[in-house]
């Protein structure tokens, strides 16, 4: 797998994390828990996905933490033979932050829901990613409450009727990608519960990326919201309801024209800003849009994000939107405190005697009298 | 120069209010007088008292700030109830203050503001300079603003800028009029505004001139001395709670060999612990500034889990929002230190008074049955071994503590006597390395199996091979940990998290009764900051003759192991608290001991005067005799409090 990130010098995500020469296999990932999910979730495809990836990270088991909140998807960490915190509802990243901070030598993801992520945790989201801490977010996203059965999401189309919105439900849904690229992520893709392939090659891409990556998945609920992304999904429509973005590639989708370009092209849209969806036939090559996930400025990945249906999801684009270098928080905090440590107690050296004498030095500082 | 000899009158204590608007400079001005009284060698005790608004309209009684210094030529324990010396910069600053004062105080006044505006908006409607309302008092007027505006006229400042030099001309007078050494503020100023010279000069130059008006002048006839105080051998030093707080979190992280991990939210009385611990990186110490008080605890749990000690620092109503981490913590069993200094509630209450009414929350403000044991310092200098103190409790017993402070013992500030190193304890973290259940092909690694002794459960941390676990808010099964929703197990797993608690009862102290004579009936309890006053209170009521017991709890949860037989000696127990009696709720539900209570919530401490009235009453009853605690239970400047 590579985690070559095509930007000069960027250090990858899991660069401080120690590897491992022995085999793995996804079976070493797999705990000994029963996976408790109802049949035909989505969430068994993620499972299953990620455990048969982490090998492939090279990394040493030990150093890998899974943390997350409270939801279907929230118990993914009970299923994985990692360190793993199934913590309180919204502050996973919270708790993610702090042991990303503390330990530049862990691989830190985090597994949240629409819920979890974006309803009860949504401060916690959005100020993880504007730091920029050092962790992947796993969002799976069915656009439904799951665990407590059934109640509309921040995700839900308005209007949509549940056990709490019997005549429909007032709230206008969130877009996860275009939040996330609001607060700046520094890296932000959407990807399929059921394209496993497509789902690997962006958990790669995340996991490589230093910095807070942000993954939203599209995530089946077969019991309370079964058939939510059927439009991306099905083989008879899926070409022209999913916008594939890979960078540098130009925008194209919908049915294939004969020089293999989809018959449906992205432009940019001079009357507002944004980005519009045109047939390809009737724009010149040089006017369809190439793709720039490590464009700056991150308004083009913003205008891509606004053409994902915000009713039924018969339009969404899938790639990776945005893959930025950017200084991260936890590598800015440690050589903080690297910096302000005397070179006498350089991390490793036992430095007790000299951490005393510093200690006593310090509260015996400032203005003192002596009593005999 | 040759000045008439001032008579010089030896006096063994003083209380001091400098008193004025929020942007006189009063924290300042009475700071300093604390340092230069610290190094003169006398035993102080400080009282900050300043409004929530930073700026506050100008003039108004909201507006006014003060700061007052208690300093003796013997051991205090107070700030002092009544001030022998007001320093009122305007008219709301006396107007404000003069109700606390007892006959006789001298009043300082700056005449400078007292313009028929500034009457107005403090609300007088006749000059009370002009007239006999201050007759009782020993008043002088000075135009402390116009002879400092003089005497920096050579720095060509601003007319604004040369008043608001005024407060260093008020502490100059007065530290002529006390005797106070005053070439630590001179280095102190030099140092401040070492970057713009001419108000570094002003400064200096109001400071002395301030003092030098006390020499001159015939209005001050006399200079007062308040010797310094014989206190126990050792080094000391001027502290606040919030800065003993702090040191005492980096002491503890070096004692345990942890770095220390500050997740928190800054909030009115207990942001100065983080700006504090921010400075200290040197130590290994990191301070998270999240984005609410949730992430703060919640990245103090992350930390650690990743073998750092957590610490969250909050006052009330933090608390009440990170009560749901605090309770993942007591599930997950990691070290946690969260820190109240509490302010007057509820809601947002009064951020800048202090208060004692989180006791209750501390103990069961969680759902579920989830202990968590609680520390209290007893003074700002108790706060160092406070904190060491929990971080001691969370670290080997791997459990989340609370740690009250409050905001008088957070502002408030008294010689220290600075510990040497090898007085703290030294704390194991005692790191979990090796599997634990079975043996060879079938080993283990159970994250819940306990140490008999403490019944602690084994830290494993990210990175240690072999060791990986999950952890989490589910209920636990015993030993293996994996999620257990069995009753019985439930049901032992809440027992066994409060016995967990219910132990540490084994490596906290006896709780201590000072009662000298041995004849006591009534027993006086108190916890946190109330030590001052309620100390004083009783040293009043001794004086007068009578016997009276005195213990104070630094272990709210669990109470010492003798503390109910403790109890059971006394026929009655007075338990004065700033709230409305919460430990004496704990003490009757626990020990079934009717403890009486002495409560105030005015946002200010308790008075030692009021308190050895209290006391009396019921030294009183129980003894079925008219208590009369005479001049020892009145204010005056001979008694030793």
Same mark, same amino acid.
């Given at each position: ?35 408790? %999910? ?54 996973? =990243? ?14 830190? %993801? ?90 690997? /090659? ?16 599209? /995530? ?10 059927? *439009? ?103 050589? /903080?405190? *690297?910096?302000?440590? =005397? ?13 005393? *004498? ?10 003192? %009298?002596?009593?005999? | ?50 409004? @929530? ?164 002048? $015939? ?8 010797? +310094? @105080? ?79 000690? #957590? ?78 103190? @929990? ?49 060879? $092909? ?19 941390? +990210? ?55 041995? $004849? ?11 030590? #001052? ?11 007068? #003759? ?21 109890? $059971? ?73």
């Amino acid at each position: 797998m590579s985690t070559d990130l095509g930007l000069p010098g960027l250090r990858s995500g899991t660069e401080l994390v120690p590897t491992t020469d022995q085999p793995q296999t996804g079976k070493d990932f797999t705990s000994d828990q029963e996976v408790r %999910w109802c049949p035909g979730c989505g969430d068994y495809a993620v499972l299953k996905a990620v455990q048969s990836f982490l090998p492939d990270l090279g990394l040493r088991r030990e150093n890998i933490v899974f943390v997350s909140g409270i939801g279907c998807s929230s118990r993914f960490p009970y299923y994985l033979d990692t360190y793993g915190m199934h913590s309180i509802h919204g502050r996973a =990243p919270s708790i993610a932050t702090g042991i990303a901070t503390a330990r530049e030598d862990l691989s830190v %993801w985090v597994v949240t829901g629409d819920g979890d992520a974006l309803s009860i945790g949504g401060n916690h989201l959005i100020h993880a990613l504007r730091r920029n801490v050092n962790m992947t977010i796993l969002l799976f996203n069915n656009r439904i409450y799951g665990l407590t059965k059934g109640q509309y999401s921040p995700t839900s189309e308005t209007g949509k009727i549940t056990k709490s919105t019997p005549m429909g439900s007032l709230d206008h849904p969130f877009n996860p990608v275009s939040l996330a690229l609001g607060a700046e992520a520094s890296f932000v893709a959407r990807t399929i519960d059921s394209d496993r392939k497509h789902l690997t /090659q962006v958990l790669a891409a995340a996991a490589a990326h230093r910095g807070t990556s942000l993954v939203e998945i599209y /995530q089946n609920c077969p019991i309370f919201n079964d058939g939510a992304f059927d *439009a991306i999904k099905s083989p008879d429509t899926k070409a022209d309801a999913i916008i594939p973005l890979v960078h540098g590639e130009p925008v194209t989708f919908g049915a294939r024209l004969e020089d293999g370009r989809g018959a449906k092209a992205l432009v940019r849209d001079t009357a507002t800003g944004g980005v519009k969806v045109v047939a390809t036939a009737d724009v010149a090559a040089g006017d369809i849009l190439v793709h720039d996930a490590h464009n700056e400025d991150p308004s083009t990945a913003f205008a891509i994000s606004r053409l994902t249906a915000a009713d039924y999801l018969d339009q969404s684009p899938i790639g990776i939107f945005r893959q930025v270098e950017r200084p991260t928080y936890d590598d800015a905090a440690r050589e /903080q405190v *690297a910096a302000a440590t =005397p070179a006498s107690a350089s991390p490793g050296d036992d430095d007790t005697a000299d951490r005393a *004498a510093r200690l006593a030095a310090l509260i015996g500082g400032g203005d003192t %009298w002596t009593i005999l | 120069m040759t000045q008439p000899a001032k008579q010089v009158k030896q006096l063994d204590r003083v209380i001091i209010r400098f008193a004025g608007d929020s942007g006189d400079g009063m924290q300042l001005t009475g700071d300093r007088f604390t340092q230069e009284t610290a190094a003169f060698g006398n035993d102080l005790v400080t009282l900050p008292n300043f409004p @929530a608004e930073i700026r506050a309209p100008q003039g108004t009684l909201p507006g006014v700030s003060s700061f007052q210094v208690h300093f003796a030529d013997h051991d205090i324990l107070t700030a002092g109830d009544t001030p022998d010396v007001l320093v009122a910069m305007n008219p709301a600053a006396l107007r404000a203050n003069l109700g606390d004062l007892h006959r006789g105080a001298t009043i300082i006044v700056d005449t400078h503001d007292f313009t028929a505006r500034n009457l107005t908006k403090a609300g007088y409607t006749e000059n009370p300079l002009e007239n006999d309302s201050l007759a009782e008092y020993a008043l002088h007027t000075v135009d402390l603003t116009g002879m400092t505006v003089e005497a920096v006229k050579e720095f060509g400042l601003s007319r604004k800028d040369a008043s608001r030099a005024k407060n260093m001309f008020a502490l100059g007078l007065l530290s002529w009029m006390y005797g106070r050494p005053g070439e630590s503020t001179i280095d102190f100023l030099s140092r401040k505004f070492a970057k713009v010279p001419d108000i570094r000069d002003a400064n200096v130059a109001a400071f002395k001139a301030g003092w030098n008006f006390g020499e001159t002048t $015939e209005a001050f006839a006399v200079q007062y001395e308040v010797k +310094p @105080a014989v206190l126990p051998p050792g080094t000391y030093r001027n502290i606040t709670g919030n800065l003993a707080l702090a040191y005492g979190l980096v002491a503890g992280g070096v004692q345990s060999g942890l770095p220390v991990f500050l997740g928190t939210y800054p909030i009115t009385p207990a942001s100065d612990i983080l700006h504090e611990l921010s400075k200290h990186k040197s130590f290994g110490v990191t301070t998270f500034q999240a984005e609410d008080e949730i992430a703060g605890v919640g990245a103090a749990i992350g930390a650690s889990y990743a073998g750092h000690l #957590g610490v969250t620092s909050t006052s009330g109503p933090g608390v009440a929002l990170k009560s749901e981490a605090i309770g993942l913590a007591v599930m997950t069993e990691l070290p946690l230190v969260v820190i109240d200094v509490q302010r007057g509630g509820p809601s947002t209450g009064l951020p800048t008074k202090t208060e004692q009414a989180d006791l209750l929350q501390a103990m069961f403000g969680r759902n579920g049955e989830a202990p968590v044991p609680i520390v209290a310092p007893q003074s700002p200098g108790d706060c160092f071994a406070a904190a060491v103190e @929990a971080t001691r409790i969370a670290v080997t017993y791997r459990t989340p503590v609370l740690l009250l402070s409050d905001g008088y013992l957070a502002n408030g500030s008294e010689p220290w006597r600075v510990p040497t190193i090898d007085e703290l304890p030294v704390i194991d973290p005692d790191f979990a390395t090796e599997k634990n259940h079975g043996s060879g $092909e079938d080993a283990e690694f159970w994250p819940y199996l306990r140490d008999e002794k403490t019944l602690a459960r084994p830290w494993a941390i +990210p990175g240690t091979p072999g060791l990986e676990h999950r952890i989490g808010g589910l209920e636990k099964g015993d030993g293996h940990g994996n999620i257990s929703y069995d009753p019985a197990n439930h049901d032992f797993m809440v027992r066994t998290r409060q016995a967990k608690v219910d132990r540490i009862a084994e490596s906290i102290p006896l709780v201590e009764v000072d009662d000298p004579s041995g $004849e006591a009936k009534v027993l006086v309890l108190g916890w946190g900051s109330t030590y #001052g006053p309620i100390g004083a209170g009783v040293r009043r009521v001794r004086k007068a #003759g009578y016997h009276v017991a005195q213990a104070h709890l630094r272990h709210l949860n669990p109470f010492p192991s003798n503390l109910g037989e403790v109890l $059971e000696g006394y026929d009655k127990v007075l338990v004065p608290e700033m709230n409305l009696g919460q430990l004496s709720l704990l003490l009757r539900a626990e020990y079934l001991v009717d403890a009486v209570g002495y409560n105030h919530v005015r946002g200010l401490p308790l008075k030692a005067t009021d308190l050895a009235h209290a006391i009396g009453e019921l030294v009183g009853q129980a003894e079925g005799v008219d208590v009369e605690l005479g001049v020892w239970g009145e204010p005056t400047q001979k008694e030793h409090i």
